[in-house]
């Protein structure tokens, strides 16, 4: 339910950033303005991202198979750096206009209708941003996540560009839009570094929360019962999956089967506190012990 939900909002992303755009774009028509323009440009990003999250979303609910046994769900960080890749870009396009601007300064028209216009499409972001940061820390899906940032950034500059135009507006000063279509610009660039950043640790294998691997030690600690000790617990983020293994030091006279209960045991008390894991647990006699790691209670 949860994923076919994740690809419907996916799904509807799309439309969603159709529609903000044709508005922006109406606004900019309306007023001239270089920073709706550079706003309406974002848009274009949105619409894009929205695209690579839809397929990411799709590609990574695909069973494991032969040649991806672990799985697609490393596809969303891709499409996360993608999202990064394409605000960048906008930002060294909006950054152009501005500059261009600035040589050559000229005073917006409309300004009531172009600013009407530009906030009813800002109002759409703020909700369906709300709506996907919402859903992508429900299910875990980093392409979601990443969307929904950005169209939370979406939102801030054009709050602060629609302030800029009213004082634009209230001075005359024309060289102010071009300003503020700058501001923009390095607002955007600071977003897209952070998906980025985000995503490549995600590529890289980065480890689960400091809270979730505390959970872990927890549950194995007090559901190994019969085991001497648990060491190299080594865990991995792979979009919505959690991976996690360990050796487990049992007595060496203890059967295969028992061994085996025990691992049961862990595996199921570890689905049960952590959602979408993977488990890997190798069992060694008790000769292998590290006296350092978990000490089973």
Not at 121 to 140: D, E, H, P, Y
């Amino acid at each position: 339910m949860a994923i076919n939900r994740t690809l419907a909002i996916a799904t509807a992303s799309i439309g969603v950033g159709l529609i903000v755009l044709g508005l922006k774009f109406l606004a900019w028509w309306l007023t001239g303005s270089i920073a709706l323009f550079s706003d309406a440009l974002e848009s274009i990003v949105n619409v894009v991202t929205a695209i690579a999250a839809l397929i990411a979303v799709r590609l990574a609910q695909r069973p494991a198979d032969a040649s991806l046994p672990y799985g697609y769900h490393k596809a969303e960080y891709f499409s996360a750096v993608l999202v990064g890749v394409m605000i960048i870009l906008a930002a060294i396009l909006i950054m152009r206009e501005a500059v261009m601007g600035i040589l050559s300064p000229a005073m917006p028209e409309a300004p009531i209708q172009g600013l009407a216009v530009s906030g009813v499409a800002s109002a759409i972001n703020l909700v369906w941003a709300l709506v996907l940061l919402r859903q992508g820390r429900t299910a875990r899906s980093p392409a979601i996540s990443a969307d929904g940032k950005h169209l939370m950034t979406d939102v801030v500059s054009t709050f602060g560009v629609l302030i800029g135009l009213v004082l634009v507006y209230a001075t005359g000063w024309a060289q102010l839009d071009a300003g503020l279509a700058a501001l923009v610009a390095l607002n955007i660039l600071w977003s897209g570094w952070g998906v980025i950043r985000e995503s490549v640790g995600g590529l890289m294998d980065v480890a689960v929360s400091g809270d979730t691997q505390k959970t872990i030690r927890e549950v194995i600690a007090t559901s190994a019962d019969g085991a001497i000790e648990a060491h190299d617990i080594r865990t991995r983020q792979a979009g919505r999956m959690t991976f996690i293994d360990f050796h487990l030091v049992v007595p060496g006279a203890m059967s295969v089967e028992a061994a085996h209960d025990i691992c049961d045991r862990i595996e199921s008390r570890l689905r049960e506190s952590v959602k979408d894991v993977q488990i890997t647990i190798h069992v060694e006699p008790e000769d292998k012990a590290k006296h350092a790691g978990i000490v089973v209670l």
